[in-house]
T-cell receptor, first 116, second 113 residues
Framework: AQTVTQSQPEMSVQEAETVTLSCTYDTSESDYYLFWYKQPPSRQMILVIRQEAYKQQNATENRFSVNFQKAAKSFSLKISDSQLGDAAMYFCAYRRSNFGNEKLTFGTGTRLTIIP | DAGITQSPRYKITETGRQVTLMCHQTWSHSYMFWYRQDLGHGLRLIYYSAAADITDKGEVPDGYVVSRSKTENFPLTLESATRSQTSVYFC????????????FGNGTRLTVT
């Protein structure tokens, strides 16, 4: 079974600084997808960024980027120029690509605090 | 408005009662999911559905029942609520393509007393 591990239950960063959230996963598959979701206090789950395992290029979405290391099974999220609105729980998630198994497996989350 | 809606947003029930959480999506997405969120566990999959009349168990299905007679609806029923089922429940949907993200509802906070 696939597992996703987020080893940092809490992180904090000064406003305008850069922070990296770590995520590792365990899989025997070669083709899969990885996601980062953000959950602010409103409880809404918001997709931040996604990465296809077959792509070597790291995904980027504005201030958010990932460092995808397939051999190491690592998928960290970097937030640049942190803003107060970035304060949230962040969940890393894995999705196998084979038909019949479309569910997402989530990590336990990292709570990010932004210090003004 | 297009999207995925869950109801109710908050629910308090007593141990032993049956309660149904509703989920409705307007995208005609094939896949729908029910997750529960608990501190220290992240989101854990309860049940999912690949299409109408096709459902399958997830990681923590015990005590829950689902049905999907129509593509747009995926209700979750707790047959006899227990305190361990106190949680936040999320419904989600996605298109059939593999790299499609899940789109989540706003969640239902359920308290079982």
């Amino acid at each position: 079974a696939q597992t996703v591990t987020q080893s940092q239950p809490e992180m904090s960063v000064q406003e305008a600084e850069t922070v990296t959230l770590s995520c590792t996963y365990d899989t025997s598959e070669s083709d899969y997808y990885l996601f980062w979701y953000k959950q602010p206090p409103s409880r809404q789950m918001i997709l931040v960024i996604r990465q296809e395992a077959y792509k070597q290029q790291n995904a980027t979405e504005n201030r958010f980027s990932v460092n995808f290391q397939k051999a190491a099974k690592s998928f960290s999220l970097k937030i640049s120029d942190s803003q107060l609105g970035d304060a949230a729980m962040y969940f890393c998630a894995y999705r196998r690509s084979n038909f019949g198994n479309e569910k997402l497996t989530f990590g336990t989350g990292t709570r990010l605090t932004i210090i003004p | 408005d297009a999207g995925i809606t869950q109801s109710p947003r908050y629910k308090i029930t007593e141990t032993g009662r049956q309660v149904t959480l509703m989920c409705h999506q307007t995208w005609s997405h094939s896949y729908m999911f029910w997750y529960r969120q608990d501190l220290g566990h992240g989101l854990r999959l309860i049940y999912y559905s690949a299409a109408a009349d096709i459902t399958d168990k997830g990681e923590v299905p015990d005590g829950y029942v689902v049905s999907r007679s129509k593509t747009e609806n995926f209700p979750l029923t707790l047959e006899s609520a227990t305190r361990s089922q106190t949680s936040v429940y999320f419904c989600a949907s996605s298109a059939w393509v593999y790299n499609s993200p899940l789109h989540f509802g706003n969640g239902t906070r359920l308290t079982v007393t």
